[in-house]
């Protein structure tokens, strides 16, 4: 069974960091692109960030630029999000998504979602 | 940036009635390549988002032929053609042509 299973969120403070994972399984991880897409509480979609399946290609939201670093392990299967400099509005659930290969069609699988609460 | 917009908002609709969403985009989505990179997903209430449909019109495998895609350029369209009570939730077009990826502000549908 094609599954993506998030990891890593939590409460932290204003000004934190934290990492989350996303395990991966039942595909070729290597073979896909990955993303992060977070939904912050009552709100929209909102596409957090871009890896393709080598690395050699990382895309950022204006948002987060600066403040999060996307990576993948392919030996592991896994796909990380670090976050750093966190502020209130970064406060969501954050999904994990494989890209449908050729890259252009939009996200075929997704995690259930890791939630986030930056708060003092 | 990209900017994605549809309308309306919510969308009340009966049951065994169709339902229609427009997504217009600020660009083309025409990609250098021919073709157009716009997709729908759906997200069912406490579920992650699911793709309906990609690249305008092609429907996802499981997902019923009731649902339809259509458009081009910068206007797009998710139709339904009869809806049922698992089509409660809220749709979002997006847009894979152009970095950054952008969504749509999301479709409320309910039941009237």
């Known amino acids: 069974e094609v599954q993506l299973v998030e990891s890593g969120g939590g409460l932290v403070k204003p000004g934190g960091s934290l990492r989350l994972s996303c395990a991966a399984s039942?595909?070729?991880?290597?073979?896909?692109?990955m993303n992060w897409v977070r939904q912050a509480p009552g709100k929209g979609l909102e596409w957090v960030s871009s890896?393709?399946?080598?690395?050699?290609?990382?895309y950022y939201a204006d948002s987060v630029k600066g403040r999060f670093t996307i990576s993948r392990d392919n030996a592991k299967n896994s796909l990380y999000l670090q976050m750093n400099s966190l502020r209130a509005e970064d406060t969501a659930v954050y999904y994990c998504?494989?890209?449908?290969?050729?890259?252009?069609?939009?996200?075929?699988?997704w995690g259930q979602g890791t939630t986030v609460t930056v708060s003092s | 940036d990209v900017v994605m917009t549809q309308s309306p908002l919510s969308l009340p609709v009966t049951l065994g009635q169709p339902a229609s969403i427009s997504c217009r985009s600020s660009q083309s989505l025409v990609y250098s390549d021919g073709n157009t990179y716009l997709n729908w997903f759906q997200q069912r209430p406490g579920q992650p988002p699911r793709r309906l449909i990609y690249?305008?019109?092609n429907r996802d495998s499981g997902v019923p032929d009731r649902f339809s895609g259509s458009g081009s350029g910068t206007d797009f369209a998710l139709r339904i053609s009869r809806v049922e009570a698992e089509d409660v939730g809220v749709y979002y077009c997006m847009q894979g042509t152009h970095w950054p990826r952008a969504f749509g502000q999301g479709t409320r549908l309910e039941i009237k």
């Open positions: 890896i393709s399946s080598s690395s050699s290609y990382i």
């Open positions: 998504a494989r890209e449908s290969l050729g890259d252009r069609y939009g996200m075929d699988v």
């Open positions: 690249k305008v019109s």
């Open positions: 039942g595909f070729t991880f290597s073979s896909y692109s």
